[in-house]
C-alpha cells in the first residue's frame, strides 16, 4: 500500500524526464514500441545496420543505493519521501537463513521497484541522450560525422534489456562497450558478459523474445528487416502445452484441456502477432494438435487402444481433424490474425506532458 503511494507521487515526477527511448515499465508505453524503433533504425534510410546488444547482470539486485538516492534527492525535496524510499531500499532480503540486511537492489517483488530501476538506469538513458543532442540530432551534424569517420547511434531500453544502434562500423559498436560499462559502474552496475555482444543486422539479435534480423525477400534481390518469434520462445509454448498434456493431467476433461491450451497459444499469439509468424503459428499449432491427440489417446484408450478414426469420429468436428468436445473446440495459434506494429515515435502519448514541480 505505502509502495504504491509512493509510486503515484514518484511517477509523475520522473515521467516528466524519462527519455523518449526508454519504454519498460512506463505507462502508455510497451515492448512492441522498443521493437517498432529498432525496425525503422535498422531499415533503410537509416541503416543503423551495427548492434550493441546488451544485458545488465542482476539489475534489480545490484543497483547501487547511493546513487539511485543522488538522483531522487536532485528531483525530490520532501525529506519524508525520501525517508520513505531509503527505507525500502534498506529493508532485509529475505534468505533461507533468514533475513539479511540489503546494501544493493531495489525492493524484492516491490511494485516500486521498476520505477526506482528505471530512475538510476536514467542516468545511461541521458548519456546516451546528451550525446544525441548534441553531436547527432541534426541529418547535417550525422552526415558530418560519418565524413570524418564517425559512427552515428542511438539506444533503445526496455528495463535492464538494451541495444545501441549504430550507423557506422564494427569498431563504433564495440567502443560503445566500454562506454556503456563506465557509466553503469557509477550506478553499481555492470554488463552480463554472456549477454552482451556486437553483431549486424543481417547475423540477427533476439530482443524481448523477437528476432530481428535483415533477409532478402524471397524471389527478389531486395532485402528487408523482419521481426519473428525468437527460437527460445517458441520452444518456451512448446513445453508449455506439453506440459499441460502430461500423464498428470489425464483427470482432465478434455474441453477443459482444449480451453487451457487455446488460453496459452492466444496469450502467446498475441504477443508475437506483429512479426513474420504465420508459418510459425502453424508449427506452434501442429505441436500442440499432436500433443492433444496422444493426450486423448491414453485417456480413452480402453484397453486396446483408441484408433484414429474413432478419435476423429469422437472428438473432432464432423468431416474434419479439428478438435472439439462438449461446445469447446481447438483454436491454437493461427486464429490469431497477423498485423503490421506501427512505428509510433514521438506520437507516443505522454501521461504527465508537463514537468511536475518536484515535492515540499
Same mark, same amino acid.
Given at each position: 500500500?505505502?509502495?504504491?503511494?509512493?509510486?503515484?507521487?514518484?511517477?509523475?515526477?520522473?515521467?516528466?524526464?524519462?527519455?523518449?527511448?526508454?519504454?519498460? &515499465?512506463?505507462?502508455?508505453?510497451?515492448?512492441?514500441?522498443?521493437?517498432?524503433?529498432?525496425?525503422?533504425?535498422?531499415?533503410?534510410?537509416?541503416?543503423y545496420c551495427w548492434v550493441l546488444e546488451?544485458?545488465?547482470?542482476?539489475?534489480?539486485?545490484?543497483?547501487?543505493?547511493?546513487?539511485?538516492?543522488?538522483?531522487?534527492?536532485?528531483?525530490?525535496?520532501?525529506?519524508r519521501v525520501l525517508a520513505l524510499v531509503?527505507?525500502?531500499?534498506?529493508?532485509?532480503?529475505?534468505?533461507?537463513?533468514?533475513?539479511?540486511?540489503?546494501?544493493?537492489?531495489?525492493?524484492?517483488?516491490?511494485? +516500486?521497484?521498476?520505477?526506482?530501476?528505471?530512475?538510476?538506469?536514467?542516468?545511461?538513458?541521458?548519456?546516451?541522450?546528451?550525446?544525441?543532442?548534441?553531436?547527432?540530432?541534426?541529418?547535417?551534424?550525422?552526415?558530418?560525422?560519418?565524413?570524418?569517420? +564517425?559512427?552515428?547511434?542511438?539506444?533503445?531500453?526496455?528495463?535492464?534489456?538494451?541495444?545501441?544502434?549504430?550507423?557506422?562500423?564494427?569498431?563504433?559498436?564495440?567502443? +560503445?562497450?566500454?562506454?556503456?560499462?563506465?557509466?553503469?559502474?557509477?550506478?553499481?552496475?555492470?554488463?552480463?558478459?554472456?549477454?552482451?555482444?556486437?553483431?549486424?543486422?543481417?547475423?540477427?539479435?533476439?530482443?524481448?523474445?523477437?528476432?530481428?534480423?535483415?533477409?532478402?525477400?524471397?524471389?527478389?534481390?531486395?532485402?528487408?528487416?523482419?521481426?519473428?518469434?525468437?527460437?527460445?520462445?517458441?520452444?518456451?509454448?512448446?513445453?508449455?502445452?506439453?506440459?499441460?498434456?502430461?500423464?498428470?493431467?489425464?483427470?482432465?476433461?478434455?474441453?477443459?484441456? %482444449?480451453?487451457? %491450451?487455446?488460453?496459452?497459444?492466444?496469450?502467446?499469439?498475441?504477443?508475437?502477432?506483429?512479426?513474420?509468424?504465420?508459418?510459425?503459428?502453424?508449427?506452434?499449432?501442429?505441436?500442440?494438435?499432436?500433443?492433444?491427440?496422444?493426450?486423448?489417446?491414453?485417456?480413452?484408450?480402453?484397453?486396446?487402444?483408441?484408433?484414429?478414426?474413432? +478419435?476423429?469420429?469422437?472428438?473432432?468436428?464432423?468431416?474434419?481433424?479439428? &478438435?472439439?468436445?462438449?461446445?469447446?473446440?481447438?483454436?491454437?495459434?493461427?486464429?490469431?490474425?497477423?498485423?503490421?506494429?506501427?512505428?509510433?515515435?514521438?506520437?507516443?502519448?505522454?501521461?504527465?506532458?508537463?514537468?511536475?514541480?518536484?515535492?515540499?
Amino acid at each position: 500500500m505505502v509502495q504504491a503511494a509512493l509510486k503515484l507521487v514518484l511517477e509523475p515526477i520522473f515521467e516528466a524526464d524519462f527519455q523518449p527511448f526508454s519504454y519498460g &515499465f512506463r505507462p502508455g508505453r510497451r515492448q512492441h514500441d522498443a521493437i517498432a524503433e529498432i525496425h525503422h533504425l535498422a531499415k533503410e534510410p537509416s541503416n543503423y545496420c551495427w548492434v550493441l546488444e546488451a544485458d545488465i547482470k542482476a539489475c534489480f539486485d545490484e543497483i547501487g543505493h547511493v546513487p539511485l538516492m543522488d538522483r531522487l534527492r536532485a528531483r525530490v525535496k520532501d525529506k519524508r519521501v525520501l525517508a520513505l524510499v531509503k527505507a525500502f531500499l534498506k529493508a532485509g532480503i529475505m534468505t533461507p537463513d533468514g533475513e539479511e540486511e540489503s546494501s544493493s537492489g531495489t525492493p524484492q517483488g516491490g511494485i +516500486l521497484s521498476p520505477l526506482l530501476a528505471n530512475i538510476a538506469l536514467s542516468a545511461l538513458d541521458d548519456h546516451f541522450a546528451g550525446q544525441w543532442q548534441m553531436l547527432m540530432k541534426t541529418s547535417s551534424q550525422r552526415q558530418a560525422r560519418r565524413r570524418r569517420g +564517425l559512427g552515428n547511434w542511438k539506444m533503445i531500453r526496455f528495463a535492464d534489456d538494451f541495444v545501441v544502434m549504430v550507423h557506422g562500423e564494427r569498431q563504433h559498436a564495440e567502443a +560503445l562497450r566500454e562506454e556503456v560499462a563506465g557509466v553503469l559502474a557509477t550506478l553499481g552496475l555492470r554488463l552480463a558478459p554472456e549477454k552482451t555482444r556486437v553483431v549486424h543486422i543481417d547475423e540477427g539479435f533476439d530482443f524481448l523474445s523477437i528476432t530481428i534480423r535483415r533477409m532478402r525477400k524471397r524471389g527478389t534481390s531486395k532485402h528487408y528487416v523482419y521481426t519473428k518469434p525468437s527460437k527460445k520462445a517458441i520452444q518456451a509454448v512448446k513445453d508449455k502445452v506439453s506440459a499441460k498434456t502430461y500423464r498428470s493431467t489425464l483427470h482432465q476433461e478434455p474441453e477443459e484441456l %482444449i480451453a487451457s %491450451i487455446n488460453d496459452t497459444l492466444t496469450g502467446w499469439a498475441n504477443y508475437h502477432r506483429h512479426g513474420v509468424a504465420k508459418a510459425v503459428f502453424g508449427t506452434v499449432d501442429h505441436h500442440a494438435w499432436g500433443r492433444i491427440m496422444r493426450w486423448l489417446r491414453r485417456k480413452y484408450d480402453g484397453g486396446s487402444g483408441l484408433s484414429m478414426p474413432e +478419435l476423429r469420429r469422437r472428438f473432432c468436428v464432423p468431416g474434419t481433424w479439428k &478438435f472439439a468436445y462438449n461446445g469447446v473446440a481447438f483454436t491454437g495459434a493461427a486464429s490469431i490474425k497477423i498485423e503490421r506494429y506501427r512505428y509510433r515515435g514521438t506520437l507516443i502519448p505522454n501521461q504527465y506532458p508537463e514537468p511536475s514541480a518536484t515535492s515540499g
